[in-house]
């Protein structure tokens, strides 16, 4: 199964933006990268999604790198609300990694 | 997004004791729904893909005849944690989506947390 690989946790300060990186270097050419993100003791929630090209949508924007080994999910202007576990998985694979822990300071 | 639904929410029942747990997809049809468990300050695991009208998919070490999987409906999924054991207390949390391709978006019930004495 393809897997990803993020960062264990990241900071950011309140208001400013927050680039979450995500490797996927065993990526298929027919793979979506998908993002969602859980806060504690709730069920993910979805983020965004690609396949190719950059997407933005209220919540985010996914930049995936030409060779698609690797992307980006990008929150413009992180607030409180945004500190979660930000997961990116290949919805083929349905296996969800450890995750990146968001933590965002006032 | 679309909604999906657990019930319970949260379940505390004595070891030796069946529960049962409901997934529904309150505004689409799902033929297909997958079952999570996560253990604290754990990512989730996949433990069976639930199919409509046909036996669910189970992942490797999953046990089939405790993890009990029906699929009823295009709106229903239940698991029923047989002969339940302390070390089964977990948070249960199931998805569903419109399709299985790789496009589709899943969406996320909240989750039942289990707890077994």
């Known amino acids: 199964d393809a897997k990803t690989t993020q960062p264990n946790s990241m900071e950011s300060n309140e208001e400013e933006p927050v680039h979450l990186p995500c490797n996927h270097s065993?990526?298929?050419?027919?793979?979506?990268i998908h993002w969602y993100r859980q806060l504690p003791s709730q069920g993910p929630e979805y983020v965004i999604h690609?396949?190719?090209s950059n997407v933005n949508n209220r919540m985010a924007s996914l930049a995936i790198a030409e060779d698609r080994k690797s992307s980006t999910l990008i929150l413009h202007r992180a607030t409180l609300r945004d500190a979660a576990v930000y997961y990116c998985?290949?919805?083929?694979?349905?296996?969800f990694g450890a995750g990146t822990i968001l933590r965002v300071k006032s | 997004g679309a909604v999906v639904s657990q019930h319970p929410s949260r379940v505390i029942c004595k070891s030796g004791t069946s529960v049962k747990i409901e997934c529904r997809s309150l505004?689409?049809?799902?033929?297909?729904m997958f079952w999570y468990r996560q253990f604290p300050k754990k990512s989730l695991m996949l433990m069976a893909t639930?199919?409509?009208?046909?036996?669910?998919?189970?992942e490797q070490g999953v046990e089939k005849d405790k993890f009990l999987i029906n699929h009823a409906s295009l709106t229903l999924s239940t698991l029923t944690v047989t002969s339940a054991h302390p070390e089964d207390s977990s948070f249960y949390i199931c998805?569903?989506?419109?399709?299985?391709?790789?496009?589709?978006?899943?969406?996320f019930g909240p989750g039942t947390r289990l707890t077994v004495l």
């Open positions: 998805s569903a989506g419109q399709g299985t391709s790789s496009t589709d978006t899943q969406y």
């Open positions: 065993t990526i298929s050419g027919t793979d979506y």
């Open positions: 690609g396949l190719t």
């Open positions: 998985i290949l919805r083929a694979a349905l296996v």
């Open positions: 505004d689409f049809q799902a033929t297909t």
């Open positions: 639930s199919n409509e009208g046909s036996k669910a998919t189970y």
